[in-house]
C-alpha cells in the first residue's frame, strides 16, 4: 500500500463526511499563514532529524520501531475527527472497534468470556491489573520477578502495596521454588508472571504456576506487554517459541499485552484483559456529564484513565483487519525477527571476539566481548555502541547495552573475573522482519566495531 495515496484518502473521506453537515466558517482566530507554516514545518522536520533511524535494519538497539502504513492510516482518519473512547457518546465508531479489537487480542491468547480494554500504555494496563488484584486481596502484596519490568515496583508503590522482587534462574526465568517459599509467609496475595522480559525477553514458567495459584490462593496477573504476540508463533518449531507457558495464559486471571511494541502501532496503545467480567464492578463511579445514550456498558466504566484516542482503536481494528492475529497473519511478521536472533547467537558462539550472553528465548539477544575482566566487558561494550552510532549513516550500527552482576555471567557459564560489580553487554532487539536479511552484515560490523575497541 501507497502509504501517500491512503494518507490523502483519509483526508479526503473525512472531510467528505464533514461536508455532509454543511458549510461553515472556521474561526479567524484559527487561522495560520502559508508562508509561517511552512517555516515552521522546516523547522519542525528538519528537528525531527534529530533521532536514531528505528525504521532501518541499521538500528538493532531498543524496542523501537514505527508503525505499519495500515495503523498510521487508522490513526489519521480517526484523529481527523478526534473521539475520545472514555464513553460511547465521545465516539461511538472507534468504542465498538475497540470492543472488537480488545476481543481479538482475548481471543488470541485462548479467553472465551472476558473483560478487557485499551490503555495508554504496558504501565497503566498493569496498574489496572494490580488495582484490581489489590482489592480482591487487600492488605496483600505482590510478587514478580527481580527481572519484571521496573515499573511495577512504582505502581505497587503508589497502590499502597508491598512488592517482592523473585529471584531468577540462571535464564532470566521467575525462580519457582524461591516464589513458593514466598508463598509460604501469606503476604503475597497476586504474582506478576512476565512473558517475555524487557531486558532478555525470558518467558516465567506461567504453566508451573498454576498449581501455586491453587495451593496458596494467589492471583495470577501475566505481564505479556512485550512478548504477547507471540503467542501466535509459540508453537515448539525451530523457528517459533516455546508453547507451554503461552498455553497457559488463559488460565491466568489477567493478562497485558502491548500493541504498540509487537503490535504494529503508535505509542498509545497497551491492553489489559480480565479472565473475569465481574471484575468491572471495581471500576464502579458515577458522575454527572457522561453516560447519557445507552444502556450499554462504556469503556469508561471499566478503565482507570479517563479520555483516551478513539484514534488508536481505529488504528488497531484497520491494522488487525490486514495483518490478523493468526500465524499467518501478524506471526509471519514476528518469525523472522525469531529467526535472526537464532542465527545471530549461532555466530556469536562461533566467533572468537563476542559471546552469546544466553540463549534468546524470544527476538531479544544479549552478547559480550570476549575478554577475561567484566571492567573490560564493560568499557568495550559501551565503546561499541559509542562508536557503532557515531559512525558514517552508511556504515553506522545502532546497539543497546544491558547491565549485568558478575554472579549472572558466572551462572550463564561465564568465566569472568569480576572485578567490578556491576557491568554493561551488548543488547539487541531484532523487532523488525527486515533484521533477518541484514544479520551477517550487523555481525559483521558488530565485530569488526569491537576488534578495533579491544
Ligand atoms: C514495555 C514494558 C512495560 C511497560 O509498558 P509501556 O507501554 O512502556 O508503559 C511493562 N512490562 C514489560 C514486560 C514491558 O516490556
New binding site residues.
Partial sequence: MDLRRWVNAAVDEITAWQHTYGPYDRHAALRVDDKAFADAFGELTSRLHDNYPFFHPRYAGQMLKPPHPAAVVGHLAAMLINPNNHALDGGPATARMEREAVDALATMFGFGQHLGHLTT???VA?LEALFVAREIHPGKGVAHSADA?Y?HARMCHLLGVESFPVATDTAGRMDLDALEELLRTGQVGTVVL?A???GLGAIDPIHEALALREKYGVRLHV?A??GGFFTLIADDTPDGVTAAPYRAVPHCDSVVV?P??HGLQPYGC?AVIFADPAVGRFYQHDSPYTYFTSAELHLGEISLECSRAGAAAAALWLTQRLLPLTPDGLGAVLRPGRRAALRWTELLENSDLLAPYQQPELDIVTYLPRTGRLSEIDRISAAVMEAGMSAHPDKAVFLATYGVEGRALADRGHQIEADVPTGRILRSVLMKPESENWLDALHGRVEELTAATG
Fill in positions: 500504555s504496558g504501565t498493569n519490568h515499573t512476565t517475555g522480559t524487557t505481564d506487554a512485550y502491548d504498540h511494541k497497551g
